[in-house]
Nanobody, 121 residues
């Protein structure tokens, strides 16, 4: 059974830091591209950061460049998001997503349930 379980969210003051984790199981993590998405209250879900499966190439939405860092540990089947200098507008539920092909070449996408990040003074 595929599972993506996020952790590390919480309440932080502006300028603070958090590190999110996404523990994966039930699929070959190293073969899947991974990403972080967020959904703020009253808004749609938006892409935050992504990392490819093989080369580990990363990309970010403009609003988090220079503040957030995405990383993966294939040995631990875990995805991370280091978030520094958090701002009020970073408040959202953060979810991880896995996209890749199974052994039969069918494309699959899996989502975690999310972890709440609240930035408030």
């Amino acid at each position: 059974q595929v599972q993506l379980v996020e952790s590390g969210g919480g309440l932080v003051q502006p300028g603070g830091s958090l590190r999110l984790s996404c523990a994966a199981s039930g699929f070959t993590f190293s073969k899947y591209a991974m990403g972080w998405y967020r959904q703020a209250p009253g808004k749609g879900r938006e892409f935050v950061a992504g990392i490819t499966s093989v080369s580990g190439t990363t990309n970010y939405t403009d609003s988090v460049k220079g503040r957030f860092t995405i990383a993966r540990d294939n040995a631990k089947s875990t995805l991370y998001l280091q978030m520094n200098n958090l701002q009020l507008e970073d408040t959202a539920v953060y979810s991880c997503k896995a996209v890749g092909r199974a052994a039969d070449s069918t494309l699959h996408a899996y989502w975690g349930r999310g972890t709440q990040v609240t930035v408030s003074s």
